[in-house]
């Protein structure tokens, strides 16, 4: 079941505990995202994107504010919203097959029932003969497709994830987001998906929010309505670049 | 892109308070060209490795000599010393045991120490890993412990145990216990902040996260503590039974050498020493690492 995403007057402070400075890293955060809605939060780096998915994630408590994620506040980390790091964070003792089961250990089902929901979930993927791997024998793209079948095998109503392809070279990063929306329509469920990349946001997303920086907070919030796929030379596209790459701009022009 | 840095910075300060590690996951590629040039050379190979071996045993030849001739006591030359060898392993009596008893014997002392050890040392250290009220409590009487070198022990295992046994016991369990407890901290400290918030997000609760990523995330660390724990008990264990002895093992049967004045079993038990301590390093150790944090990607660069 997919789930609606609300984020009501958030704000985060972090005290540095030598010297009792605080930061307003997010403030006054108002955001919702729908149910079935892909929506990537764009923003330079220090915008307190990534804060914003931690907080969602349950990772951290808000300083003021809460998340809601369909009915229920967010108090800690759970199985209903599957995180994608932008670190692989497999665990190299195990084998790809037992890192997605892993999730699944957690659950009430019988171990054939874990056997096939992780099989079905590594094919999907596209990784089907590499069960038996361990993670560090596979490349970045390859690890990061393992975290995905990870958190799509325990079924979370939620997907976030934090600059997942950040660092891949460019082209296993477009394939991944190809192979992504393919899997993100089947699969019908709520995404978040935090990049600086302007490319990237224009090609995945139902909607881009624009982060601005210090404090970090929503400058912008633009639907884009180009069917999918998403031609990434077409004018139309070019021209939702153009405005988010305005507002980005005007952005590090007054930092 | 300063303040990011910051925000980073400050994220992790609130955060559990645990250090990534850093592990290399680089793995070592042999290239066709270099398997040849190692078949091509491989007499020289074995050549240059048994090289040392032969050096050094010319030097103990020649010191032996000179030393027998200078001051007239019997020094022994690696001939004789190789042929007692031989007597002992015969099953020659030395000591009212055959040299097969004494060696046991000091393996049995070496592995209940190291056993007892390393259990009590990964329940403390785990303690203060996992806590910071058991870091803070239980830290300070490790520093000042661990210094302590194993001998100085001696009076402290007497004066609680009398002479025997488990005096022997008691200083290779201690020579043993810190490399454990200080590694297996460390170990739980430093796995990687992003494991742990992944098997949050997957639902762990504390106990399954303990068991199923703290503990498999510390082997790396907890490995080369049992190879330090192994090697300081095994030097522990030679010298308290020098002192502490119960009548038999390695270290007693060395030290008894003064008094028979049979320098070369002396010697013979020195080569067995030198041996264990070998296979334990090359065999054992290896074995181990290349079925855990070899093929995980997770041995970390000798230092």
């Known amino acids: ?255 | 892109m300063d303040k990011s840095y910051e925000y980073q910075q400050l994220e992790e300060n609130n955060e559990l308070g645990v250090s990534n590690s850093e592990h290399s996951y680089g793995q070592e590629s042999i290239s066709p060209q270099n398997n040849l040039k190692l078949k091509k050379d491989s007499a020289k190979d074995i050549f240059i490795s048994v090289l040392p071996i032969i050096g050094l045993l010319v030097i103990w030849h020649l010191i032996a000599i000179s030393v027998t001739r200078s001051r007239g006591v019997p020094f022994p030359t690696p001939g004789q010393t190789f042929i007692r060898f031989y007597e002992l392993l015969r099953g020659d009596i030395y000591l009212e045991h055959t040299v097969y008893k004494h060696l046991l014997d000091s393996l049995i002392r070496w592995g209940s120490g190291f056993l007892l050890a390393a259990i009590t040392g990964m329940i403390v250290g785990i303690l203060i890993g996992w806590s910071k009220i058991f870091d803070r409590l239980l830290m300070p009487i490790v520093y000042i412990l661990q210094p302590i070198p194993s001998l100085a022990w001696i009076p402290v295992a007497i004066l609680l145990f009398g002479l025997g046994g488990q005096s022997t016991l008691f200083i290779i369990f201690l020579a043993s216990l810190f490399p454990v407890i200080i590694n297996m901290a460390a170990g739980v400290k430093g796995v990687n902040k992003m494991y742990i918030r992944a098997a949050r997000m997957m639902g762990l609760e504390d106990r399954s996260l303990f068991f199923k990523v703290l503990l498999p995330g510390s082997i790396p660390h907890l490995l080369s503590g049992f190879r330090v724990s192994l090697a300081n008990g095994w030097r522990a264990l030679i010298a308290a039974e020098m002192i502490a002895a119960a009548g038999s093992g390695v270290g007693y049967s060395i030290f008894q050498s003064r008094w028979n004045l049979d320098y070369a079993s002396a010697f013979v038990n020195i080569i067995l020493i030198c041996i264990v301590g070998l296979i334990i390093e090359r065999l054992v150790f290896t074995t181990i690492e290349s079925q855990t944090i070899q093929k995980w990607g997770m041995k970390r660069e000798e230092i």
């Not at chain 1, 990772?59 to 994608?84: H, M, N, Q, W, Y």
């Open chain 1, 1 to 255: 079941m997919t789930q609606s995403v609300k984020i009501k007057g958030i704000s985060k402070k972090f005290v540095d505990q030598e010297t009792g400075d605080e930061l307003l890293a997010l403030n006054n955060i108002n955001l919702t995202v729908h149910e079935g809605e892909f929506v990537c939060i764009l923003g330079p780096s220090g915008c307190g994107k990534s804060t914003l998915l931690n907080l969602i994630a349950g990772f951290l408590e808000p300083s003021a504010g809460e998340i809601l994620v369909g009915p229920e506040k967010v108090k800690e980390p759970g199985p209903d919203r599957g995180v994608v790091f932008q670190e692989y964070t497999l665990f190299p003792w195990l084998t790809v097959i037992d890192n997605v089961k892993f999730a699944l250990d957690q659950q009430q089902l019988t171990k054939q029932e874990k056997e096939e929901i992780s099989s079905k979930y590594l094919s999907l993927v596209g990784l089907a003969d590499f069960a038996d791997a361990r993670p560090h024998e596979l490349s970045g793209g390859m690890k990061q497709r393992v975290a995905i079948a990870r958190v799509l095998a325990m079924d979370c109503d939620i997907l976030l994830m934090d600059e997942p392809f950040g660092a891949l070279d460019a082209q296993t990063r477009q394939m991944l987001q190809k192979e992504l929306l393919e899997i993100w329509e089947q699969e019908e469920k709520t995404a978040i998906f935090i990049t600086h990349n302007v490319d990237e946001a224009v090609y995945l997303a139902d909607r881009v929010v624009v982060f601005s920086a210090h404090p970090g907070q929503v400058r912008a919030d633009v639907r884009i309505n180009i069917p999918r796929p998403r031609d990434r030379l077409a004018k139309e596209v070019a021209e939702v670049k153009r405005e988010l790459l305005d507002y980005l701009t005007i952005e590090t022009y007054s930092a």
